[in-house]
């Protein structure tokens, strides 16, 4: 009788000392701390223009390569890294002569900056010195902002820019 006494009050205080986190307010489905590549730009097909067209069939080609061009580094210290190959981006011949070929970017330009994210609105300061404030909506592991808001040149043109997260 005292073992199964015993037993009872070990199990009800192992119910009791459990807790759950789920009130925390830094939980990863809205949190935007982590590494984010840009994978898709979607464009209406109706309305959009030639060059929105191109940098979404672009970056369609390199993410099917596993090449990410632009990606965002949220650290929980409100600092991000920005890590931007577009500019080295070479677009040629394939070795048959009868298409396009795109080499991922052995190059990148880095930024390092602070920033601020609450409510759906992330802002930051790039390299010249302007602050960026971008409305941005994240689901899960995805994140979707305006790209003309951006402002990152090949992929500026419009649309919605979406990243993952690694």
Not at 65 to 89: A, G, H, M, R
Request: include cysteine.
């Amino acid at each position: 009788m005292k073992i199964n006494l015993l037993l009872l009050f070990l199990v009800t205080g192992l119910f009791f000392s459990c807790s759950s986190d789920s009130d925390d307010d830094n939980s990863k489905e809205d949190s935007i701390v982590g590494v984010w590549q840009a994978y898709e730009l979607k464009v209406n097909n109706d309305t959009a223009s030639d060059d929105e067209k191109n940098a979404r069939d672009l970056l369609a080609f390199l993410t099917a390569k596993e090449c990410y061009v632009l990606s965002f580094d949220f650290k929980q210290d409100l600092t991000v890294i920005i890590e931007n190959s577009i500019e080295y981006l070479e677009i040629g011949l394939n070795s048959e002569g009868n298409g396009f070929d795109i080499p991922c970017p052995t190059e990148k330009d880095t930024e390092t900056t602070v920033y601020a994210y609450a409510d759906g609105k992330l802002t930051y300061t790039d390299e010249d010195q302007q602050e960026v404030s971008v409305d941005v909506t994240i689901d899960g592991d995805v994140m979707t902002l305006d790209a003309a808001d951006l402002d990152v040149e090949n992929l500026s043109a419009g649309g919605q820019l979406l990243f993952k997260r690694k």
